[in-house]
């Protein structure tokens, strides 16, 4: 048994092709257009919402006399009057580590703009169990001793399953996870896991509002605080409208334009 904290994983993020931007730069008839972006993923949204107006520079669009100067300026512009579909081109890819099924079954309803690959208790044998102990639990006095013996029971109750049944001796790997799956059913929602989220900068601004807000659940509150650490000065351009208040000594990730 082992008490544990979440962990976030940042592992990929879109990329741009350099020599695909400049054909199309081309083909638009703006070659030289550039942009002060910090990131692909900055110069991707850019690029997709200039792409709409043909607003890369003026008279391009003979209808268009003046344009927003700078990325930080048209990302901003772009937040404030909620033109939040650009944010959809561009991905993010994270890994969070030791969290609980409490995390899980919460983080997968959200659907928009996310894909999930989730470790598989089917197949993945329970032999030790660890969780993270709320706060509530662990400064009570009694809470933290009450919570880990009965971990430990539950992981003890895994490891009688598995004796009983002869799991290790089982030669038909369709039984061991019909098993596995069954001996789950007595393992605690708690259970620290791991689960593959990725989601598209849109969807994250949202999830970062709902899920560190101070009605939210303690776990989720706490990793999407992470989470808005870890994209915050990556993608400046992006996030730079949030302010972030504590309250219970977790992040809340604030900011005037919504669920752009
Ligand atoms: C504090 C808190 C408490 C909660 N408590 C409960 C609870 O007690 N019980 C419960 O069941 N759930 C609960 N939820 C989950 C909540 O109901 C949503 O399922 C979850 O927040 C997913 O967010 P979303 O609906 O914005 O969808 P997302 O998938 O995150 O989608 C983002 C946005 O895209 C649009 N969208 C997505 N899918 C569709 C669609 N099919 N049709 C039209 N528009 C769409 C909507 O505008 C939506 O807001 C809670 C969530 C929070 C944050």
Same mark, same amino acid.
């Given at each position: 048994?082992?008490?544990?904290?979440?962990?976030?994983?940042?592992?990929?993020?879109?990329?741009?092709?350099?020599?695909?931007?400049?054909?199309?730069?081309?083909?638009? *008839?703006?070659?030289?257009?550039?942009?002060?972006?910090?990131?692909?993923?900055?110069?991707?949204?850019?690029?997709?919402?200039?792409?709409?107006?043909?607003?890369?520079?003026?008279?391009?669009?003979?209808?268009?006399?003046?344009?927003?100067?700078?990325?930080?300026?048209?990302? *901003?512009?772009?937040?404030?009057? *909620?033109?939040?579909?650009?944010?959809?081109?561009?991905?993010?890819?994270?890994?969070?580590?030791?969290?609980?099924?409490?995390?899980?079954?919460?983080?997968?309803?959200?659907?928009?703009?996310?894909?999930?690959?989730?470790?598989?208790?089917?197949?993945?044998?329970?032999?030790?169990?660890?969780?993270?102990?709320?706060?509530?639990?662990?400064?009570?006095?009694?809470?933290?001793?009450?919570?880990?013996?009965?971990?430990?029971?539950?992981?003890?109750?895994?490891?009688?399953?598995?004796?009983?049944?002869?799991?290790?001796?089982?030669?038909?790997?369709?039984?061991?996870?019909?098993?596995?799956?069954?001996?789950?059913?007595?393992?605690?929602?708690?259970?620290?896991?791991?689960?593959?989220?990725?989601?598209?900068?849109?969807?994250?601004?949202?999830?970062?509002?709902?899920?560190?807000?101070?009605?939210?659940?303690?776990?989720?509150?706490?990793?999407?605080?992470?989470?808005?650490?870890?994209?915050?000065?990556?993608?400046?351009?992006?996030? *730079?409208?949030?302010?972030?208040?504590?309250?219970?000594?977790?992040?809340?990730?604030?900011?005037?334009?919504?669920?752009?």
């Amino acid at each position: 048994m082992e008490l544990v904290e979440p962990r976030i994983f940042l592992v990929g993020e879109t990329r741009l092709v350099e020599e695909g931007l400049q054909a199309y730069l081309e083909h638009v *008839g703006v070659p030289s257009w550039s942009t002060d972006a910090p990131s692909d993923a900055e110069v991707l949204c850019e690029m997709y919402g200039r792409l709409c107006y043909r607003s890369f520079e003026p008279g391009l669009n003979p209808n268009v006399t003046r344009v927003r100067k700078g990325n930080d300026a048209y990302l *901003g512009h772009i937040l404030e009057v *909620g033109h939040g579909s650009v944010l959809e081109h561009a991905m993010l890819n994270f890994v969070f580590a030791d969290v609980s099924r409490v995390f899980t079954h919460e983080l997968v309803r959200h659907r928009a703009g996310t894909a999930i690959s989730q470790e598989s208790l089917r197949y993945v044998r329970l032999d030790a169990l660890s969780a993270y102990v709320p706060t509530h639990i662990r400064e009570h006095e009694d809470g933290l001793e009450i919570f880990s013996k009965t971990l430990e029971e539950l992981e003890r109750v895994q490891q009688q399953l598995a004796d009983a049944f002869a799991i290790d001796e089982e030669s038909k790997f369709s039984v061991k996870k019909q098993l596995t799956s069954a001996f789950r059913r007595v393992a605690p929602l708690g259970l620290a896991t791991t689960v593959g989220w990725s989601c598209n900068f849109r969807t994250l601004r949202h999830v970062i509002e709902v899920r560190t807000a101070p009605d939210a659940e303690e776990e989720l509150r706490l990793v999407f605080g992470m989470v808005y650490d870890a994209v915050r000065d990556r993608y400046p351009n992006l996030f *730079g409208d949030y302010t972030v208040e504590m309250v219970d000594g977790l992040r809340w990730v604030k900011t005037a334009h919504r669920k752009v």
